[in-house]
């Protein structure tokens, strides 16, 4: 099992474009979870998608939207890109059931640049 | 707001010496608490969780409701305990997956 495996893991952007992360979670995992980590910072809970549906969002703006396909994998896309939006973007699975007991299992994560 | 304070970037300390690591919270009722570990070259995972009350290599973390603490401690720290340290929250009773992280201890244990 590969894991939680994300893609691309560097890309560099300039400021207004639109940029779109993967994500697919370990296998048998049905929770998918974005969070955004600037430099020198803790990982920040960006939302959470769960039967293909936004549940759970944390303080981002509209620009920040997501999906989650039927397979639960799932996309990150950031529209009008900012300076500050530069940062690590981490996926987080879970696996059914385990809501409880708030064990995430993380990728490797996408380190976005903006110029 | 919730908010998790660790008041350490860098901690280092000698090989075989006590360690502890600094969190405080603030949070209006009862979070769960977490520790979350990222070795070198490694992901971000979980180390241990105070519901569990469990000690995972040689560390426990024990929580302090009165002073809103949850520090991370392992009696004789060991080489292969360098790492960066997380410390987080989540609202009770099924707070999904939305955790507040602090922004880490970097540990680091020296010969």
């Known amino acids: 099992d590969a894991g939680v495996t994300q893609s691309p893991t560097h890309l560099i952007k300039t400021r207004g474009q639109q940029v779109t992360l993967r994500c697919s979670p370990k296998?048998?995992?049905?929770?998918v979870s974005w969070y955004q980590q600037a430099l020198g910072q803790g990982p920040q809970f960006i939302f959470q998608y769960y039967e293909e549906e936004e549940r759970q969002r944390g303080n981002f703006p509209d620009r920040f939207s997501g999906h989650q396909f039927p397979n639960y994998s799932s996309e990150l896309n950031v529209n009008a890109l900012l300076l500050g939006d530069s940062a690590l973007y981490l996926c987080a699975s879970s696996a059914p059931g385990t809501g409880r007991t708030g064990e995430l299992f993380f990728g490797e994560g996408s380190r976005l640049t903006v110029l | 707001a919730q908010r998790v304070t660790q008041p350490e970037k860098l901690l280092s300390v000698f090989k075989g010496a006590p360690v502890e690591l600094k969190c405080n919270y603030s949070?209006?009722?009862?979070?769960?608490l977490f520790w979350y570990v990222q070795y070198s070259r490694q992901r971000l995972q979980l180390l241990l969780r105070h519901i569990s009350r469990e000690s995972i290599k040689g560390f426990t973390a024990d929580l302090n409701k009165g002073e809103t603490s949850f520090h991370l401690k392992k009696p004789f720290a060991q080489e292969e305990d360098s790492a960066m340290y997380y410390c987080a929250i989540r609202p009770p009773a099924g707070g999904g997956n939305k955790l507040t992280f602090g922004t880490g201890t970097q540990l680091k244990v020296e010969l």
């Open positions: 949070y209006s009722g009862s979070p769960e």
């Open positions: 296998s048998g995992h049905d929770t």
